[in-house]
């Protein structure tokens, strides 16, 4: 989106550029596939509440510099004595994206991967590169999904699917994404930059305040347990990290081979 740029600053781990009536925020860590660390995602919740408070921003994209969109938690890098302050921002966020009072648009650039996805499916609509997929992961290091996963990935799917895409944690392409509802529209590589575009400046160029109701009203139905799901996963998730499971998946990560988890 390289209209969308007056206005901009670089703040290392997140790129915000503002015009046009649209708040273009990208996370910026390409050499990591825009994995999260407690900075960025502190970095990415401030742009996302300051654009909110614009009242000339009229639409919000999120999107990932390079191949990516974001590869969750970055795991390598080390959050050690972080996870809490992790888990807090990335409950922020969510928070943020679904009471923000215009659209919020996720840009699929490419894969959206655990805590990626989450925030993926947190935007109001999604659209995807055909090089793009959508994975939970977290069962492969023996954790559950945060960020507001559980409730989103359930609210798109209902339970028997969200519980079969969160259990055995398979990649879902941008073409099947877009069959099960989770994509509105999926475009080529070469095409995506001017999808992108036309569908921000479509939003833009809308009815913002019908769009704050429609979405408060849509919300209020299919997220009415946000807060409740965000505090459960909280607590869960903090007692996984202390698990054996969560030690051997994160071994085995770093090691590039299929965990062997025992249930401790």
Request: aromatic share 4%; hydrophobic share 45%; with cysteine.
């Amino acid at each position: 989106m390289a209209d969308v740029q007056r206005g901009g600053e670089d703040e290392g781990s997140v790129r915000v550029g503002t015009g046009d009536g649209i708040a273009a925020i990208t996370l910026n860590r390409p050499d990591r596939l825009n994995a999260l660390t407690p900075e960025s995602t502190v970095r990415l919740a401030e742009a996302l509440d300051a654009a909110s408070a614009d009242g000339s921003v009229r639409v919000i994209t999120i999107t990932g510099a390079g191949r990516a969109f974001c590869a969750g938690a970055d795991l390598a890098g080390g959050l050690e004595g972080a996870t809490d302050e992790l888990i807090d921002v990335l409950n922020r966020i969510a928070t943020a994206i679904c009471t923000a009072p215009k659209p919020v648009l996720a840009l699929l650039n490419g894969p959206a991967v655990g805590a990626g996805a989450s925030l993926a499916l947190a935007c109001d609509l999604i659209l995807a590169s055909s090089a793009a997929y959508l994975k939970p992961g977290f069962e492969a290091i023996g954790l559950m999904p945060d960020g507001g996963g559980t409730g989103f990935w359930t609210a798109a799917l209902g339970r028997a699917k969200a519980l079969q895409v969160l259990l055995l944690g398979d990649a879902i392409p941008a073409e099947e994404a877009q069959r099960l509802g989770l994509v509105a529209h999926v475009a080529g590589p070469e095409e995506f930059g001017a999808a992108a575009d036309q569908f921000s400046r479509r939003l833009a160029t809308g009815p913002t305040q019908a769009y704050a109701a429609t979405k408060q009203a849509v919300n209020a139905v299919a997220l009415s347990g946000l807060a409740q799901t965000l505090a459960f996963e909280r607590e869960h998730q903090l007692e996984l990290l202390r698990t054996a499971d969560f030690a051997e998946g994160l071994t085995a990560f770093a090691e590039k081979r299929p965990p062997r988890f025992e249930g401790r």
